[in-house]
């Protein structure tokens, strides 16, 4: 079965500073893809970054950086110079690849960028 | 294209009557996902559609619940009987079965309160 754990409720940052949520999974797929998404107050599902569990380098896009440590089971994702728009939830998520039809999500992170 | 689009965004109901949410797909979109999101938690899978045919449905869908996709293009969750416990987001989703990996997108959602 496959199971995704964020162990952080609520994280907070100042502005401009770095953040890194953390993500662990776990899953009997070899071919699976880990994604974060970003929901903010308004309810839609933002996507930001996606990892292949058969990638070599880690994906950035932008600010976000995954940081993913396939032995360890972890894919956190890192933002880099904090906006007042990244406050948020943040939610890890898995899906095998390429062929899987549903999404397994964590519970979730709510970041707060302080000024 | 404007997405993925839901409605309605917000329904309040009491306990014992039925509602009915509408989700519209990206146009070219053969593949449709309802998800269920109580407070606190991510996403959870409850059903999918490849065009008409529903292919898969989770354990979370009781039998109070039906979702229809009649012409493989909008759908509609039907919840019969509203509990308390039904009070949840409910996010839908579409994607091209061929397409490329990214492109799963979420609607904006429809937020149930049962009172």
């Known amino acids: 079965a496959q199971k995704i754990t964020q162990t952080q409720p609520g994280m907070f940052v100042q502005e401009k500073e770095a953040v890194t949520l953390d993500c662990t999974y776990d899953t009997s797929d070899q071919s699976y893809g880990l994604f974060w998404y970003k929901q903010p107050s308004s309810g839609e599902m933002i996507f930001l970054i996606y990892?292949?569990?058969?990638?070599?380098q880690n994906a950035t896009e932008g600010r976000y950086s995954l940081n993913f440590q396939k032995a360890r089971k972890s894919a956190n994702l890192v933002i880099s110079a904090s906006q007042l728009g990244d406050s948020a939830m943040y939610f890890c998520?898995?899906?095998?690849?390429?062929?899987?039809?549903?999404?397994?999500f964590g519970t979730g992170t709510s970041l707060t960028v302080i000024p | 294209d404007t997405g993925v689009s839901q409605n309605p965004r917000h329904k309040i109901t009491k306990r014992g009557q039925n509602v009915t949410f509408r989700c519209d797909p990206i146009s070219e979109h053969n593949r449709l996902y309802w998800y269920r999101q109580t407070l606190g938690q991510g996403p959870e899978f409850l059903t999918y559609f490849q065009n008409e045919a529903q292919l898969e449905k989770s354990r979370l869908l009781s039998d109070r619940f039906s979702a229809e996709r009649p012409k493989g293009s909008f759908s509609t969750l039907e919840i019969q009987r509203t509990e308390q416990g039904d009070s949840a987001m409910y996010l839908c989703?579409?994607?091209?079965?061929?397409?490329?990996?990214?492109?799963?997108?979420f609607g904006s959602g429809t937020r149930l309160t049962v009172v």
């Open positions: 998520a898995m899906r095998e690849v390429p062929t899987g039809n549903q999404f397994y």
């Open positions: 990892q292949g569990s058969y990638d070599e």
């Open positions: 989703a579409s994607s091209w079965e061929a397409g490329p990996l990214l492109g799963y997108t």
